[in-house]
């Protein structure tokens, strides 16, 4: 886009928005997600506003980027930058709270540190850890990920009751309720989850809380490698108590600068049931190591540690495979690095067991001479491994050549029919990149 065109498009933006709402030049620098910076940046501060800029932007055939707060975003997540990012982050307000029906909706901006500072008064929490800090509403269900507690509690898929929502060419629609025994409009709201922006721009979420547990405690048990506690990881998962997450990573001491492995279990709820859970686990995993419960300040810490591990990295990759077979997923996550040569830096890796999920994050790839193309070949070879076993692989984060190499190969000709199809009724004019948040 020219100096030119880009100045146009912040102007023609700011003829709908009021001109705060509005950034475009080094004011947009901090939303550089793609590759480059973006003609301008709007930040619609209701529903009707983010229709008003998808209709002129369908009309004229911007490129918009959806996004939430900006926590997601990072540099080189595609080649070439859009004409226009569309932000939530304005949009903070509480819609509707009910503390007797365990429901809230909220715009799609406020984060969840601050639907927490709502709630917890309330004695209420949203048991949901997703990957990263400060993440907002609209961000977690469009990219749909989530963390340690997902074996327990589930994903944004099990806890978003309803969407409102406004679609590329600035129709604005609802799906779902605000209530739990309300399930109309259900499927549509698992099709948005996870669609991370490419179907519409999410401005409103109802979500289902929970009440806040009398107790939470971390038990941990420390080895020396990750083969070493797989088998306790798997059995904690297979036990007739149900932990709120099962954890298992290698995870970086405060001093010295050494690592360790670690088996986090977590245990929640009232104190007898916890306190029947914690003998259960001791004496199931006795044989695997000692378990050791942590003070509440080492316990955030931890936990906090798991949320951080993707942050700064350069490749992030979700593979999976059944609970049971994670001692598999480790043994394919090590291939890939141990391939690599050792010329980039150590992977960080985390297993969220009891969904056989595992996290890899690698801080620093080396760039030379054809780095893209073997990464490709790699990350294809790791593909093919994980479909032989029924597995998955996700690339939920590469420089833009790689992403560009990896392109038709991550999804399924049958994939990308579907998602032609949806796009031509949600998105007629192509113009929502649904790029990372």
Same mark, same amino acid.
């Given at each position: ?25 080094? &004011? ?129 898929? &099990? ?255 049958? &994939? ?22």
């Amino acid at each position: 886009m020219s100096v030119a065109s880009t100045s146009g498009l912040a102007s023609a933006v700011r003829g709908i928005l009021p001109r705060k709402q509005v950034l475009d030049g080094e &004011d947009g620098q901090r939303w550089i997600g793609s590759g480059g910076t973006p003609g301008a940046v709007a930040f619609p501060a209701s529903t009707d506003e983010a229709a008003r800029v998808l209709t002129r932007a369908s009309e004229e055939g911007w490129t918009v980027e959806p996004v939430g707060s900006g926590t997601w975003l990072w540099p080189g997540s595609a080649g070439t930058p859009p004409d226009l990012v569309l932000s939530a982050s304005g949009m903070v307000r509480v819609v509707e709270y009910d503390p007797a029906d365990l429901t809230v909706t909220a715009e799609a901006g406020m984060t969840l540190p601050a639907l927490a500072s709502l709630v917890t008064p309330q004695h209420q929490w949203l048991p949901f850890d997703p990957p990263g800090r400060s993440h907002s509403l609209g961000a977690v269900a469009a990219t749909g990920v989530w963390g340690p507690l997902g074996a327990a509690w589930g994903g944004p898929r &099990d806890l978003v009751l309803g969407l409102r929502a406004v679609t590329g060419d600035g129709r604005a629609f609802s799906a779902g309720g605000r209530v739990v025994k309300n399930v109309a409009g259900f499927d549509l709201v698992r099709l948005l989850i996870g669609s991370r922006g490419a179907l519409a721009f999410i401005t409103e979420v109802t979500m289902r809380l929970s009440s806040l547990p009398e107790v939470d405690h971390t038990l941990v048990m420390r080895g020396s490698s990750l083969d070493e506690l797989v088998d306790g990881a798997v059995r904690a998962c297979a036990l007739s108590v149900t932990p709120a997450a099962v954890e298992l990573f290698e995870r970086e001491v405060p001093l010295g600068g050494k690592s360790e492995v670690a088996l986090a279990v977590r245990v929640l709820g009232g104190r007898e049931r916890v306190d029947a859970e914690e003998a259960v686990l001791r004496a199931s995993l006795a044989s695997s190591g000692e378990l050791t419960r942590l003070a509440p300040a080492e316990a955030d810490a931890l936990w906090r540690e798991v949320r951080h591990l993707e942050e700064g990295a350069e490749l992030v990759l979700r593979l999976s495979l059944t609970p049971a077979r994670i001692g598999e997923l480790i043994g394919l996550a090590q291939t890939l690095f141990s391939v690599a040569g050792g010329q980039e830096e150590r992977a960080r890796m985390a297993v969220h067991a009891g969904t056989g999920v595992l996290r890899l994050a690698m801080p620093k790839l080396r760039v030379d001479s054809g780095w893209d193309e073997r990464w490709a070949g790699r990350l294809e070879d790791l593909m093919g491994a994980l479909s032989k076993r029924d597995g998955t692989l996700t690339v939920t984060r590469a420089p833009a050549p790689l992403r560009a190499r990896l392109k038709g190969r991550e999804s399924s000709p049958v &994939d990308g029919e579907l998602m032609s199809g949806l796009k031509a009724v949600f998105d007629p004019a192509g113009i929502l990149s649904g790029g990372d948040r």
